[in-house]
Each structure stands twice: as structure tokens, then as C-alpha cells.
């Protein structure tokens, strides 16, 4: 396997920092060479490059120019790194390392067009690639060339939390990366152990209490979750101008959930909200019912503690469960003559049987049907509601009036062809017999233009035809889509806190 020329950074590194011949060690650019190779060390290497060109000046010297280049490609400048290279090239064909170095130079052409703007808000934030080790490249906001491939950017300014983002590049790809810089903040919990999300209950994890990390300044929401505690939101306001430690004082809870969600759940008799549900529950036994007509209501006891799940799952049984879409959203549903809610619906309850389904939108025709539902299956209906018929009405009322006319047109053509009244010879002029026998040009008028406007009238008649055929295939009719699916007895999504879920 070839290895890239830029691998042998490190083994060419060390040429680089070979000191000058011993005659020139009492020489002020031996000096230099000595401090410049001590900042490349302690990974200063802006520092470096600086004190390496100073030397360079005053001693044209193959050590210098070669640790110039190895200074540029540890800040990422690679145009720059070959540009040092030629000269190197040029000014010392006879260096022992030549041959490296036209295969290093070689290799930056890719990565020379492959390219990233960094920058922060604030700006000024040091920048580090993959690891902070590696030493500084800059600050931002700056544009380095970057080796194409998967990298870790590295962030880390006075007062803030050092901040860390990933990034995949691709060979000859320009990609810009503008990142927030975050605040330091502690999280603690009592009891201890609790995960962090921030911003949702089901998002992952930011790790478990006590915990220091870092977050965007601003409101957040931060969710704690703890085996047999409630679920508890704290809202926090974080700022520069001021440590932030987030604290969450558990309550022991209960979890409920049910399928169909959205049902009324009672504690110990007393209605606490709508499934699913985290609540707050005191240590010991309880009594749980959940309810949702027409189902079966349940029934369960729990006993609260800490550590354990404390959770309720009910499948309620005894009713149907209906979930619908319409191509348009807000249609309002019944079943069995009773309002159950507006489209959207998710597993919503309704009553066992052949129930008569009706959906009704302001701006579209309604639609009725028949469907069965049971306890062990959910219905998932897609229906497309037609549009207003209308315009229906309109074009057959034009398509009516086109025949009216394209009728009467070509019986006036007929009649006048038919009954020898006016005729016309060869040359296009009319003769009225009826008129005066002897007057060969009387003005009359020609069959032909009854002729013309019985095409027009059948034309537009046919043109409104199909266009109302067209529009009722297309618009007005609906098209309904019913599937079923078993009820599934995993009741783990019925259970899970939910963002929307209120504390």
C-alpha cells in the first residue's frame, strides 16, 4: 500500500530541525534556528515560521526553508507549503532530501483545492484539527486546506467552553463551518445519576449527573430522567457574564402510557392528565385507571420506588382504533354519527363494528363510508377528498350553449342549401330568386357563414365537454385507500415521554 507523501511529516520534520553545521553554531542565525526549533516543539508554530524567516534572511540556509514548509502544513496553508517547496526545490537541487520533498510537493495538489472557512461567534476562538496536540492553526475566522476525509474541529476561547465539531470533507470540496461557541455548565441532579437531553425528553443523552460540558448560550430546555423519578424540565437561561449550574431536585414518578394514546388516566380516583403521562407519585402503592370511550376501562396497581420503572402500559380493549389522512389537513371525522377529531388522526378510539365513517372539509365534497372495526386491528384510512363541482356545472352550461348554437347553424346552412332560395355559382356570388329574377348580383348571404358558425358552436361545445369530464376524473371525484394493521403489543412508544409532554 502506497503511503501519501504527507505521512512522512513527521520523519521529514526531524531533518528539518537539524541544526547548522558547527561553524555556523557561533552565528546569529544558529540562534535563531535553536529558538524557532523550540516554538516548533511546543506547537507554536505561527511562532516558528516567523522566527525560521528572520534566519532565512539573514542565511540562506536548506534548514530554514525546510522548516518554513513543515510550519505551513502544521497550520494547514498548504498553497503556501508548496510554494516553499519550489523554491526549496529550486535553491537546493542537491540536498539530501530532495527526492521527499518533490514527492511531498506533488501531493498537495488535491489538497490545496480542498478547503474550509471556519468561523465562530464570537471570533478569535483558537483553532484546532483533530486533536489539540497537534498544536494551533489559527484563529478565526480563517480558510485552511485540509487533507479531504473525516476531521474534528476544535474550538477554545477565554471564557468558554472548549467547542467540538465534526466534519467529513471531500477531495476538492470548499465547505464553510460557522459554530457557536459554548458556555460551561454544570449539572447536577438529586439524587445523582440522572440523564441529561437538552431541548427534547427523547433526544440522546448528554451524559449523566454530575456532569461539566458545555451548551449555547440562550434559553434551553433541559430535561433530567432518572429510573422511578418523573421526568423534570428545568428552563435555564445561560450567559457569558455568569457561571451556569443546572440543578434538578427529582420527584418520584410514575410513567403511564396506552394504546390508543390520549387517553384520561386516574390516580388513586383522581383525574392527573391524558396518556402518555409522567407524573409525580409519591412512595408506596397505588391505584391506576385508565379510561377512553368506548373502550374497556384498566385498572392496574403500582408500587412506587425509587430504582424501579414505575409504569403503567395499558392496551385498552373493546373498541376500534382509527388513524386517517386526507389530502387536506383540518377535514372533520365521525364515526357512528360521533365527532372524532380532525385529520390527522393516530390510533384514535372509536366504537367496535360496522360503523358508518363520514369526512367533511369547507372546501371540499364530502365523503362518506362504511368500515369495520375491531379491538385487534388498527384501520389506517388515506382519503382524497373531491374539490367543489362547480366548475363542472359551468363548462356543461358551455357545452350546452355550443350545441345550441352549432345546432341552429347547421340547420340554417341545410335550409338555405335545400330550398333553392339563395344559391351561389362558381365564382362565389349569391343569387336570391326570390328577389328578382332578373338581377344577376344581389347581395345574400352565403350558406357558407351558417357553416361557419356550426363549427364554432360544435367546437366549443366539445372543448367544455371534455373539460368538465376532464376536471370530474381528475378533481371532483374521490379516491379512498384502507388498510389494517394488528394491533402491536409493545407498548414501549405508548410509555415514552414525549417533547410536547407538559410539566
Same mark, same amino acid.
Given at each position: 500500500?502506497?503511503?501519501?507523501?504527507?505521512?512522512?511529516?513527521?520523519?521529514?520534520?526531524?531533518?528539518?530541525?537539524? *541544526?547548522?553545521?558547527?561553524?555556523?553554531?557561533?552565528?546569529?542565525?544558529?540562534?535563531? %534556528?535553536?529558538?524557532?526549533?523550540?516554538?516548533?516543539?511546543?506547537?507554536?508554530?505561527?511562532?516558528?515560521?516567523?522566527?525560521?524567516?528572520?534566519?532565512?534572511?539573514?542565511?540562506?540556509?536548506?534548514?530554514?526553508?525546510?522548516?518554513?514548509?513543515?510550519?505551513? %502544513?502544521?497550520?494547514?496553508?498548504?498553497?503556501?507549503?508548496?510554494? %516553499?517547496?519550489?523554491?526549496?526545490?529550486?535553491?537546493?537541487?542537491?540536498?539530501?532530501?530532495?527526492?521527499?520533498?518533490?514527492?511531498?510537493?506533488?501531493?498537495?495538489?488535491?489538497?490545496?483545492?480542498?478547503?474550509?472557512?471556519?468561523?465562530?461567534?464570537?471570533?478569535?476562538?483558537?483553532?484546532?484539527?483533530?486533536?489539540?496536540?497537534?498544536?494551533?492553526?489559527?484563529?478565526?475566522?480563517?480558510?485552511?486546506?485540509?487533507?479531504?476525509?473525516?476531521?474534528?474541529?476544535?474550538?477554545?476561547?477565554?471564557?468558554?467552553? *472548549?467547542?467540538?465539531?465534526?466534519?467529513?470533507?471531500?477531495?476538492?470540496?470548499?465547505?464553510?463551518?460557522?459554530?457557536?461557541?459554548?458556555?460551561?455548565?454544570?449539572?447536577?441532579?438529586?439524587?445523582?445519576?440522572?440523564?441529561?437531553?437538552?431541548?427534547?425528553?427523547?433526544?440522546?443523552?448528554?451524559?449523566?449527573?454530575?456532569?461539566?460540558?458545555?451548551?449555547?448560550?440562550?434559553?434551553?430546555?433541559?430535561?433530567?430522567?432518572?429510573?422511578?423519578?418523573?421526568?423534570?424540565?428545568?428552563?435555564?437561561?445561560?450567559?457569558?457574564?455568569?457561571?451556569?449550574?443546572?440543578?434538578?431536585?427529582?420527584?418520584?414518578?410514575?410513567?403511564?402510557?396506552?394504546?390508543?394514546?390520549?387517553?384520561?388516566?386516574?390516580?388513586?380516583?383522581?383525574?392527573?392528565?391524558?396518556?402518555?403521562?409522567?407524573?409525580?407519585?409519591?412512595?408506596?402503592?397505588?391505584?391506576?385507571?385508565?379510561?377512553?370511550? *368506548?373502550?374497556?376501562?384498566?385498572?392496574?396497581?403500582?408500587?412506587?420506588?425509587?430504582?424501579?420503572?414505575?409504569?403503567?402500559?395499558?392496551?385498552?380493549?373493546?373498541?376500534?382504533?382509527?388513524?386517517?389522512?386526507?389530502?387536506?389537513?383540518?377535514?372533520?371525522?365521525?364515526?357512528?354519527?360521533?365527532?372524532?377529531?380532525?385529520?390527522?388522526?393516530?390510533?384514535?378510539?372509536?366504537?367496535?363494528?360496522?360503523?358508518?365513517?363520514?369526512?367533511?372539509?369547507?372546501?371540499?365534497? *364530502?365523503?362518506?363510508?362504511?368500515?369495520?372495526?375491531?379491538?385487534?386491528?388498527?384501520?389506517?384510512?388515506?382519503?382524497?377528498?373531491?374539490?367543489?363541482?362547480?366548475?363542472?356545472?359551468?363548462?356543461?352550461?358551455?357545452?350546452?350553449?355550443?350545441?345550441?348554437?352549432?345546432?341552429?347553424?347547421?340547420?340554417?346552412?341545410?335550409?338555405?342549401?335545400?330550398?333553392?332560395?339563395?344559391?351561389?355559382?362558381?365564382?362565389?356570388?349569391?343569387?336570391?330568386?326570390?328577389?328578382?329574377?332578373?338581377?344577376?348580383?344581389?347581395?345574400?348571404?352565403?350558406?357558407?357563414?351558417?357553416?361557419?358558425?356550426?363549427?364554432?358552436?360544435?367546437?366549443?361545445?366539445?372543448?367544455?365537454?371534455?373539460?368538465?369530464?376532464?376536471?370530474? %376524473?381528475?378533481?371532483?371525484?374521490?379516491?379512498?385507500?384502507?388498510?389494517?394493521?394488528?394491533?402491536?403489543?409493545?407498548?414501549?412508544?405508548?410509555?415514552?415521554?414525549?417533547?410536547?409532554?407538559?410539566?
Amino acid at each position: 500500500m502506497t503511503t501519501h507523501p504527507l505521512r512522512h511529516l513527521a520523519v521529514l520534520a526531524v531533518v528539518a530541525l537539524t *541544526p547548522l553545521s558547527a561553524g555556523a553554531q557561533a552565528q546569529n542565525p544558529a540562534a535563531l %534556528l535553536k529558538k524557532g526549533n523550540q516554538l516548533f516543539s511546543n506547537a507554536d508554530y505561527q511562532a516558528a515560521f516567523d522566527v525560521f524567516a528572520d534566519g532565512y534572511k539573514q542565511k540562506k540556509d536548506a534548514a530554514f526553508l525546510r522548516s518554513m514548509v513543515f510550519c505551513q %502544513l502544521k497550520l494547514y496553508q498548504h498553497l503556501k507549503a508548496r510554494e %516553499l517547496l519550489q523554491e526549496y526545490v529550486r535553491s537546493f537541487p542537491r540536498a539530501q532530501d530532495i527526492k521527499k520533498l518533490k514527492a511531498l510537493e506533488a501531493s498537495l495538489d488535491v489538497v490545496i483545492q480542498t478547503r474550509i472557512k471556519i468561523a465562530s461567534n464570537p471570533s478569535g476562538a483558537a483553532i484546532f484539527i483533530d486533536a489539540e496536540v497537534a498544536g494551533k492553526v489559527g484563529a478565526t475566522p480563517t480558510e485552511i486546506t485540509i487533507e479531504p476525509g473525516k476531521h474534528v474541529l476544535i474550538l477554545k476561547a477565554k471564557g468558554y467552553h *472548549p467547542t467540538t465539531r465534526t466534519f467529513d470533507i471531500q477531495a476538492k470540496q470548499s465547505l464553510t463551518l460557522s459554530v457557536p461557541m459554548e458556555v460551561p455548565v454544570e449539572f447536577g441532579s438529586t439524587p445523582e445519576g440522572a440523564s441529561i437531553h437538552v431541548g427534547s425528553a427523547s433526544v440522546p443523552s448528554l451524559g449523566n449527573t454530575p456532569l461539566k460540558t458545555g451548551m449555547v448560550p440562550g434559553q434551553q430546555k433541559v430535561f433530567f430522567k432518572l429510573a422511578g423519578y418523573r421526568t423534570t424540565l428545568v428552563l435555564a437561561d445561560l450567559r457569558l457574564d455568569r457561571p451556569s449550574a443546572i440543578q434538578a431536585a427529582l420527584e418520584l414518578g410514575l410513567t403511564v402510557g396506552s394504546r390508543p394514546v390520549g387517553a384520561t388516566v386516574e390516580l388513586d380516583g383522581k383525574v392527573v392528565g391524558k396518556t402518555p403521562l409522567d407524573l409525580g407519585a409519591s412512595a408506596g402503592q397505588h391505584s391506576v385507571t385508565v379510561r377512553y370511550d *368506548p373502550c374497556k376501562p384498566v385498572t392496574r396497581s403500582v408500587t412506587v420506588q425509587p430504582g424501579a420503572p414505575n409504569r403503567v402500559a395499558a392496551r385498552l380493549s373493546g373498541c376500534g382504533m382509527l388513524s386517517m389522512r386526507t389530502d387536506v389537513q383540518g377535514a372533520a371525522v365521525t364515526v357512528g354519527g360521533t365527532s372524532v377529531g380532525e385529520t390527522p388522526l393516530t390510533e384514535t378510539a372509536v366504537v367496535s363494528g360496522r360503523q358508518p365513517v363520514a369526512v367533511t372539509h369547507p372546501d371540499r365534497r *364530502p365523503w362518506s363510508g362504511a368500515l369495520d372495526f375491531s379491538d385487534t386491528e388498527v384501520v389506517d384510512a388515506r382519503i382524497k377528498l373531491g374539490r367543489k363541482a362547480w366548475p363542472v356545472w359551468v363548462l356543461g352550461g358551455v357545452a350546452l350553449a355550443g350545441a345550441i348554437v352549432g345546432a341552429v347553424g347547421t340547420g340554417l346552412a341545410a335550409k338555405r342549401r335545400s330550398d333553392g332560395i339563395i344559391t351561389e355559382d362558381d365564382k362565389g356570388v349569391c343569387h336570391d330568386t326570390s328577389l328578382d329574377p332578373f338581377d344577376d348580383k344581389i347581395p345574400c348571404v352565403s350558406a357558407y357563414k351558417f357553416h361557419h358558425m356550426a363549427t364554432a358552436g360544435w367546437a366549443v361545445a366539445g372543448t367544455a365537454a371534455a373539460s368538465g369530464l376532464l376536471y370530474y %376524473l381528475l378533481f371532483v371525484r374521490g379516491k379512498t385507500e384502507v388498510t389494517r394493521t394488528p394491533v402491536k403489543d409493545d407498548l414501549a412508544a405508548a410509555i415514552r415521554p414525549t417533547a410536547s409532554m407538559t410539566y
